[in-house]
Protein backbone atom coordinates (compact mmCIF):
# COMPACT_ATOMS: atom_id res chain seq x y z
CA UNK A 1 0.00 0.00 0.00
CA UNK A 2 1.40 3.29 -0.93
CA UNK A 3 0.96 6.61 1.44
CA UNK A 4 0.24 9.57 -0.11
CA UNK A 5 3.10 11.96 -0.33
CA UNK A 6 2.30 15.29 1.11
CA UNK A 7 2.87 18.51 -1.32
CA UNK A 8 5.40 20.33 0.50
CA UNK A 9 8.23 16.79 -0.56
CA UNK A 10 7.22 17.53 -4.11
CA UNK A 11 10.56 17.46 -6.24
CA UNK A 12 11.07 18.97 -9.66
CA UNK A 13 12.09 15.78 -12.01
CA UNK A 14 11.20 13.32 -9.42
CA UNK A 15 8.02 11.16 -8.75
CA UNK A 16 8.26 10.14 -5.14
CA UNK A 17 6.20 6.82 -5.34
CA UNK A 18 6.54 4.99 -1.72
CA UNK A 19 7.90 5.95 1.65
CA UNK A 20 10.57 3.09 2.59
CA UNK A 21 11.69 4.19 6.17
CA UNK A 22 10.01 6.99 8.41
CA UNK A 23 12.11 7.93 11.33
CA UNK A 24 12.46 10.91 13.31
CA UNK A 25 15.19 12.26 11.43
CA UNK A 26 14.11 11.80 7.72
CA UNK A 27 12.31 10.18 5.43
CA UNK A 28 13.30 7.27 2.78
CA UNK A 29 11.35 7.58 -0.38
CA UNK A 30 11.09 5.27 -3.15
CA UNK A 31 11.09 7.34 -6.21
CA UNK A 32 11.77 7.44 -10.14
CA UNK A 33 14.04 10.75 -12.01
CA UNK A 34 11.47 11.88 -14.91
CA UNK A 35 14.41 12.54 -17.27
CA UNK A 36 15.22 8.56 -17.66
CA UNK A 37 12.63 6.87 -15.87
CA UNK A 38 15.54 5.28 -13.41
CA UNK A 39 14.47 4.36 -9.65
CA UNK A 40 16.10 6.23 -7.27
CA UNK A 41 16.14 6.42 -3.27
CA UNK A 42 15.34 9.88 -1.80
CA UNK A 43 16.41 11.29 2.03
CA UNK A 44 14.86 14.28 3.33
CA UNK A 45 15.52 14.95 6.73
CA UNK A 46 12.90 15.72 8.96
CA UNK A 47 14.46 17.81 10.89
CA UNK A 48 13.41 21.83 10.39
CA UNK A 49 17.08 22.99 11.60
CA UNK A 50 19.27 20.15 12.16
CA UNK A 51 22.24 20.55 13.67
CA UNK A 52 25.88 20.43 12.04
CA UNK A 53 26.32 16.99 13.14
CA UNK A 54 23.50 15.83 11.54
CA UNK A 55 24.31 17.55 8.48
CA UNK A 56 27.42 15.85 8.56
CA UNK A 57 26.29 12.54 9.37
CA UNK A 58 23.60 13.04 6.31
CA UNK A 59 26.13 13.72 3.99
CA UNK A 60 28.61 11.10 5.34
CA UNK A 61 25.54 8.23 4.15
CA UNK A 62 25.10 9.99 0.94
CA UNK A 63 29.01 9.78 0.43
CA UNK A 64 28.47 5.73 1.49
CA UNK A 65 25.82 5.06 -0.77
CA UNK A 66 26.75 6.88 -3.95
CA UNK A 67 29.45 4.40 -3.77
CA UNK A 68 27.67 1.15 -3.33
CA UNK A 69 27.08 -1.14 -6.77
CA UNK A 70 24.13 -1.92 -7.76
Do not use: C, W
Not at 2 to 8: H, L, N, Q, S
Not at 22 to 44: E, F, L, N, T
Not at 61 to 67: D, R, T
Amino acid sequence: MTTAIPEVYRISGYKLIEILYQGSKAKVYRAIRMVDQQPVVIKILQVESPTFNELLQFRNQYSIAKNLIH
